[in-house]
């Protein structure tokens, strides 16, 4: 069993900058990949972003979003820069054992999600 906890959303204009981080617990943090999904008002949960050694991100998000995972922390962040307002949605982390895959039922665990606004 894995629990997970994101924090770090909240409102910015477009342009702006946010760092989420998602704290892990209850198990072992190095054999599980890690994820950032988004879902937006009437729109499927999408990939955005996943690492378990290295980072890979979603073409919509490339060279402004970067995962990163401190293991000494059991956390991963989720650094956004130029921000749009494309990217206001709900934040989720997610957890599964093995290799980062981009689709959300890969994933059994879930955090709670942080919203993100980007005002325009």
């Known amino acids: 069993q894995v629990q997970l906890v994101e924090s770090g959303g909240g409102l910015v204009q477009a342009g702006g900058s946010l760092r989420l981080s998602c704290a892990a617990s209850?198990?072992?943090?190095?054999?599980?990949?890690m994820g950032w999904f988004r879902q937006a008002p009437g729109k499927e949960r999408e990939f955005v972003a996943g690492i378990r050694w290295d980072g890979v991100h979603a073409d919509s998000v490339k060279g402004r979003f970067t995962i990163s995972r401190d293991h000494t922390k059991n956390t991963i962040y989720l650094q956004m820069n130029s921000l749009k307002s494309d990217d206001t949605a709900v934040y989720y982390c997610a957890a599964r054992p093995g290799i980062v895959l981009p689709f959300a039922g890969e994933y059994a665990y879930w955090g709670q999600g942080t919203q993100v606004t980007v005002s325009s």
């Open positions: 209850g198990s072992t943090f190095s054999n599980y990949a």
